[in-house]
C-alpha cells in the first residue's frame, strides 16, 4: 500500500521550526530563516524553540507542546527539526500524530529525527523528510546542494540519484517503500512501538562517532532481528568521524556492512551521499523507490506520489 505523500508547498506556505531533541541558539537560526523567507516561505518558530532543560531545548513537556502546536496549526505547512542531538524519543508519549494523519504536512530532519520518521511511516503511513536541518546552514549558503535539494523535495520536483561505482557494492534492482535513518537511532527502536517498518522495504543507513564495534554489533542486531532477511535493498550512506579502540577492530565501517551483507542476495549500494555529510542529499521515507545497482554504478530513482494527501484549507 502506498503512504500518503502531504502536500507538496508553494511561495506563501508557512514552514515551522521545532526543537524536538538538543537545544539551538537564535544565531544558529538565522540563516535558515533568512534563506527560506528568500525562497518566499513564511517562517513560523516554535514558543520554546530558544529555550534550553540541560542539554534539551526545553523540558520533554515543552518540546512536545511545540510539536504538537505546528501539527495542529492549519497555517504550516511543513515542519522543519531544527537539530538533531537526542532527545526525540523522549516526548513520544506525548504526541497525538493521529493529528498529523488527518491533517498531513512534511515532517523534516535526519539524525536523531530517525525516531520521527519510523513511527510516523510504520504506523500512520505518511511520508517524511530525511534531509538537511537549520543547524546545517552557514551564513553564505549559496549554491549549498543539501539545502537546495530540501527546496525541491518539498516542492515536488523529482528526485533521482546517480551514484558512482564502488568496489563493496552488490549488483541487481529492487522495488520497495524506502525506510531508514540514522543506523543507532533504528536499532534503539527494535522492539519497541516505534520500531520501523522493513519488510518489502528498501532501507537506508547512516552514522556519524561511533566506535567501530558498535556499528558491528548493530548489523549483528539487525541480521539476528530479522530485518536484514526482510528487505529487497540496502542503501547505505556516510559513516563520519568513526571512533577505534586502542586495539583495533580490523575494519572500518564499510568493510564491517559488507561483512554482514554479503550473504544476502540483494541490491547494496554503498556511498550514498545522505548523513552527516556534504551535499546530505534529501530521502523521502516511506516513498516507493526502485534501485539498480550495476557496473557502472547506483541508481536510486523516487516515483511520484499516487496518494496525495490534503490540507485542511489548503488552497490549491
Not at 2 to 23: Q, S, W
Not at 149 to 166: C, D, F
Not at 181 to 200: K, M, P, R
Not at 234 to 239: D, I, N
Request: charged fraction near 20%; charge should be negative.
Amino acid at each position: 500500500m502506498e503512504n500518503i505523500t502531504p502536500p507538496y508547498l508553494k511561495p506563501g506556505d508557512t514552514i515551522g521550526i521545532v526543537a524536538p531533541a538538543r537545544f539551538v541558539t537564535r544565531d544558529e537560526m538565522q540563516p535558515a530563516i533568512r534563506f527560506l523567507t528568500a525562497q518566499g516561505f513564511m517562517v513560523k518558530t516554535s514558543p520554546h524553540l530558544f529555550s534550553q532543560h540541560h542539554q534539551f531545548a526545553g523540558t520533554d513537556e515543552e518540546r512536545a507542546e511545540d510539536l504538537m502546536e505546528m501539527i495542529e496549526d492549519k497555517s504550516v505547512r511543513a515542519i522543519l527539526c531544527a537539530r538533531g542531538g537526542y532527545g526525540t524519543v523522549r516526548i513520544l508519549d506525548l504526541l497525538n500524530l493521529r493529528k498529523l494523519q488527518l491533517n498531513p504536512k512534511w515532517i523534516i530532519g535526519y539524525s536523531d529525527i530517525t525516531v520521527l520518521h519510523s513511527i510516523i511511516s510504520s504506523w500512520y503511513g505518511l511520508e517524511t523528510l530525511h534531509a538537511t536541518m537549520p543547524i546545517n546552514y552557514t551564513s553564505d549558503i549559496s549554491g549549498n546542494e543539501s539545502i537546495n535539494n530540501l527546496v525541491k523535495a518539498l516542492t515536488g520536483q523529482n528526485l533521482n540519484y546517480r551514484i558512482p561505482h564502488h568496489s563493496f557494492n552488490q549488483f541487481g534492482s529492487a522495488t520497495g517503500l524506502l525506510a531508514g535513518g540514522n543506523l543507532s537511532i533504528l536499532n534503539s527502536l527494535i522492539g519497541t512501538d516505534a520500531d520501523f517498518a522493513a519488510q518489502d522495504r528498501i532501507l537506508f543507513i547512516e552514522d556519524l562517532d561511533e566506535y567501530l564495534y558498535h556499528i558491528d554489533r548493530m548489523m549483528m542486531h539487525l541480521k539476528r532481528s530479522g530485518k536484514l532477511k526482510a528487505i529487497t535493498g540496502l542503501v547505505v550512506g556516510s559513516f563520519s568521524d568513526m571512533r577505534d579502540n586502542k586495539t583495533p577492530f580490523g575494519s572500518d565501517a564499510y568493510e564491517i556492512i559488507y561483512s554482514v551483507m554479503k550473504d544476502y542476495n540483494i541490491p547494496v549500494c554503498y556511498g550514498f551521499p545522505a548523513g552527516h555529510v556534504e551535499p546530505n542529499n534529501s530521502l523521502i521515507i516511506g516513498r516507493k523507490v526502485d534501485l539498480i545497482v550495476n557496473e557502472e554504478g547506483a541508481e536510486l530513482n523516487f516515483s511520484g506520489a499516487t496518494n496525495q494527501g490534503v490540507l485542511e484549507n489548503h488552497e490549491e
